[in-house]
């Protein structure tokens, strides 16, 4: 199947900022391009694009002062088949963690650990370990957040998702990774 992407935005900036843009499709899907995902400006400007430390493609710009349109417009294949589901995948111990997979258990701006970890360990902590227990925690998030547009905010992190009980999309992930996070998982 072939999937569409793309988006449109415009900034009204009231003096020259630097940006640093994360809109590309990941690296490892660069195969499955059938029209690449390739940003444009309006006005044009130079793009200066480099690869962080995550494997994600980040594009550099200075915005004018004034209007500013960013976008893209793609094509992906996929199969269309639904993830691979592994019951039998196992939770490491934390001491048995690559030192590189650590970070991810770590608190961050929208996923605060602090403000959760008793509540995941409450929730989740009598769960089996492994696939059980991420899929408790997605089953969880699913039915304790109500989605609407209404309710998203660019400020909104994982414990005002679940304090409030609704969100968008993004709330959806940032409360189901903090929980495995509490959990140890990264």
């Known amino acids: 199947m072939q999937i569409r992407i793309g988006y449109e935005l415009r900034y009204e900036c ?32 130079p793009i200066t694009a480099y690869r962080d430390g995550f494997g994600n493609w980040c594009s550099r710009i200075v915005a004018p002062q004034g209007e500013i349109q960013i976008s893209a417009n793609a094509i992906v294949n996929d199969t269309g088949l639904p993830d691979v589901i592994v019951p039998t995948a196992q939770q490491h111990p934390v001491q048995e963690l690559p030192e590189e997979t650590l970070v991810y258990l770590l608190g961050s701006r929208y996923c605060e650990t602090d403000q959760l970890s008793q509540i995941a360990w409450d929730q989740f902590g009598s769960t089996p370990t ?57």
């Open 130 to 186: 492994g696939w059980g227990r991420v899929q408790a925690i997605c089953d969880f998030v699913h039915t304790h957040i109500t989605f609407g547009y209404e309710y998203g905010r660019p400020t909104k992190t994982a414990w005002d998702a679940f304090r409030e009980g609704n969100g968008v999309c993004r709330d959806y992930a940032h409360l189901a990774i903090a929980f495995c996070r509490c959990m140890n998982i990264p």
């Open 14 to 45: 009231p003096q020259p900022i630097p940006m640093i843009l994360m809109l590309n499709v990941h690296y490892t899907r660069v195969s499955d391009m059938m029209r690449p995902d390739h940003l444009q400006t309006d006005p044009s400007l």
